[in-house]
């Protein structure tokens, strides 16, 4: 079975500074992952994925994430944090496609809170 | 625009009062999903569909019911609500190894 754990349940950091929002999986095979953010009465927006390839990938508003295969985490990443940046980030692992025998379901995290103070 | 519209954003209602929540999108997506968000919870599964008439259970599909008889088109039927369905739900679609598209939501208030 998959799972993600975001072991933080907010992170505080300061405008300008860097920030890191924790994610591990665990997943039979090789995993997709995927980055969203909810603002405020918002349905979630996709940030980035892995699937394979580089193991940084770089998405939206300037984020990027880190895949570590060693310790199964996928850990989002910004240089320089704006306040803008406050939401709630939820990590996610799909694992194969029914095309090479797995299925489409998506496990979620329960999310971390990203607050940004000016 | 390409987008997950539900319907509707807010409803209150009474215990056993059966109600139906829409969700449409516009984007030919074969995978669609409903879930539930509540607090320190995340967001947990409650039905799924593979395509056209392809249905299944998620992590939480008790109380709750589903059809796909159109591809753009994924209802939930509470067939009789109770208090502890009490949450904010989304509808999500997607192409296969794609990411979710979500809708804003509906807040549900059962009392």
């Known amino acids: 079975a998959q799972s993600v754990a975001q072991p933080e349940d907010q992170v505080n950091v300061a405008e300008g500074n860097p920030l890191t929002v924790k994610c591990t999986y665990s997943v039979s095979g090789n995993p997709y992952l995927f980055w969203y953010v909810q603002y405020p009465n918002r349905g979630l927006q996709f940030l980035l994925k892995?699937?394979?390839?580089?193991?940084l990938v770089k998405g939206s508003y300037g984020f990027e994430a880190e895949f570590n295969k060693s310790q199964t985490s996928f850990h989002l990443k910004k240089p320089s944090a704006l306040v803008s940046d406050s939401a709630l980030y939820f990590c996610?692992?799909?694992?194969?496609?029914?095309?090479?025998?797995?299925?489409?379901?998506?496990?979620f995290g329960r999310g971390t809170s990203l607050i940004v103070h000016p | 625009e390409a987008q997950v519209t539900q319907n509707p954003r807010y409803l209150i209602t009474v215990t056993g009062k059966k109600l139906t929540v829409t969700c449409s999108q516009n984007m030919n997506h074969e995978y669609m999903s409903w879930y539930r968000q509540d607090p320190g919870l995340g967001l947990r599964q409650i039905y799924y569909?593979?395509?056209?008439?392809?249905?299944d259970k998620g992590d939480v599909p008790e109380g709750y019911k589903v059809s796909r008889k159109e591809k753009r088109n994924f209802p939930l039927i509470l067939e009789s609500p109770s208090p502890n369905q009490t949450s904010l739900y989304f509808c999500?679609?997607?192409?296969?190894?794609?990411?979710?598209?979500f809708g804003n939501g509906t807040r549900l208030t059962v009392t």
């Open positions: 996610a692992v799909r694992d194969i496609p029914p095309s090479r025998g797995g299925s489409y379901i998506p496990t």
């Open positions: 999500a679609s997607s192409f296969p190894d794609a990411p979710l598209h």
């Open positions: 892995y699937i394979t390839g580089d193991n």
């Open positions: 569909s593979m395509n056209v008439e392809v249905t």
